[in-house]
Structure formats: structure tokens, C-alpha cells
């Protein structure tokens, strides 16, 4: 079981950074691939970013690439997302989610990939 606590979500303005964060419990975290989702008021839940859990392998979605910047730091249990250049569109409640994985460069890019779920972080950008 993994539990996963995300942060750093708020309100920002638009042209402005966050970086959210994402704690996991579990004390092996490294055989586990690491993704963040996020879901817009009366939209599905969509992929933004994921790594692997080697740290080698990293994906993008088409919105968020070039201002996007996961990472994550296996003596802390914790994977950021660094957002830069926010824009309205980005609003939305930010998931982190975590896969167990044999593979060190096999990444998540759907969330029924995912087998833990953070609560999420409310991320509003305004204009």
C-alpha cells in the first residue's frame, strides 16, 4: 500500500510558476513509476506528466510540454512537478498517482495505469 500526499497547489496568476509536490509513505519507493493527472471542472481526468521510476524516462502531454518539468528525489519519497508559464487552462485539481513497475524506464500515461492515488491539489490560474 502506498499512500501519496500532494502540495503546493494555490492560486495563482497567469505567467506565474508552481511546483506541486508529491510525498509518498511507502519506504521502497523506487520500484514505482510516478505520474501526475489533473481534472478540470466537468472534464475527465487527463495525463500531464510522468517519470520513471529510474528516473531516465520522463513524458510530456502536448499542453503542458516545454512549461513542464517532473522530477523526482528517491531519498525523499517525493516527485515534483514544476509548472511554469500557467495559463487559465491549467486550472484544475492536480493527481499524483504511483505504478508498481519491474521495468526502470516504464512510465504511466493513462490513468488506469495507476495503482495509488494522491487526494489532489487545486491548482487555479486566473487571467
Known amino acids: 500500500q502506498v499512500q501519496l500526499v500532494e502540495s503546493g497547489g494555490g492560486l495563482v496568476q497567469a505567467g506565474d510558476s508552481l511546483r506541486l509536490s508529491c510525498a509518498a509513505s511507502r519506504r521502497t519507493f523506487s520500484n514505482y513509476a510516478m505520474g501526475w493527472f489533473r481534472q478540470a471542472p466537468g472534464k475527465e481526468r487527463e495525463f500531464v506528466a510522468a517519470i520513471s521510476w529510474s528516473g531516465d524516462n520522463t513524458y510530456y502531454a502536448d499542453p503542458v510540454k516545454g512549461r513542464a518539468t517532473i522530477s523526482r528525489d528517491h531519498a525523499k519519497n517525493t516527485v515534483y512537478l514544476q509548472m511554469n508559464s500557467l495559463k487559465p487552462e491549467d486550472t484544475a485539481v492536480y493527481y499524483c498517482?504511483?505504478?508498481?513497475?519491474?521495468?526502470?524506464?516504464?512510465?504511466?500515461?493513462?490513468?488506469?495505469?495507476?495503482?495509488?492515488w494522491g487526494q489532489g491539489t487545486q491548482v487555479t490560474v486566473s487571467s
Open positions: 498517482g504511483a505504478t508498481y513497475t519491474g521495468g526502470s524506464s516504464w512510465l504511466p500515461r493513462a490513468d488506469s495505469q495507476i495503482d495509488y
